[in-house]
């Protein structure tokens, strides 16, 4: 059974930077498609960015754009979101999760098209 385990949330000042680390277990992410996304209290859970299982397709929700970037590493079995410029409204739980939709080269940022989903990390952007 696949389990993934986020890590790399914290507090930060704005403008500050933060990776997000999404490590798998139980099983290889080699042929998972993986998203970001992000919750902030009273709002509705957001996808963020997702990568594909082929590495050669990458999106970002137009708030994220230019400032997050998604990378994995297959031999660490683990999915990266480094988050730079950060401000108050990225501040949210963000939690990792994979899937195998078809073709390896489909990357999709809908939470309903995850099965498997991490716990959560908290990111917190304050002065």
């Known amino acids: 059974q696949l389990q993934l385990v986020e890590s790399g949330g914290g507090l930060v000042q704005p403008g500050g930077s933060l990776r997000l680390s999404c490590t798998a277990s139980?099983?290889?992410?080699?042929?998972?498609?993986i998203g970001w996304f992000r919750q902030a209290p009273g709002k509705e859970r957001e996808g963020v960015s997702c990568?594909?299982?082929?590495?050669?397709?990458?999106k970002f929700a137009e708030s994220v754009e230019g400032r997050f970037t998604i990378s994995r590493d297959y031999d660490k079995n683990t999915v990266y979101l480094q988050m730079n410029g950060l401000n108050s409204e990225d501040t949210a739980v963000y939690y990792c999760a994979a899937d195998t939709p078809p073709g390896i080269h489909t990357c999709l940022m809908t939470a309903n098209d995850y099965n498997y989903w991490g716990q959560g990390t908290q990111v917190t952007v304050s002065s």
């Open positions: 139980g099983s290889t992410l080699n042929y998972h498609a």
């Open positions: 990568i594909s299982a082929s590495n050669g397709n990458k």
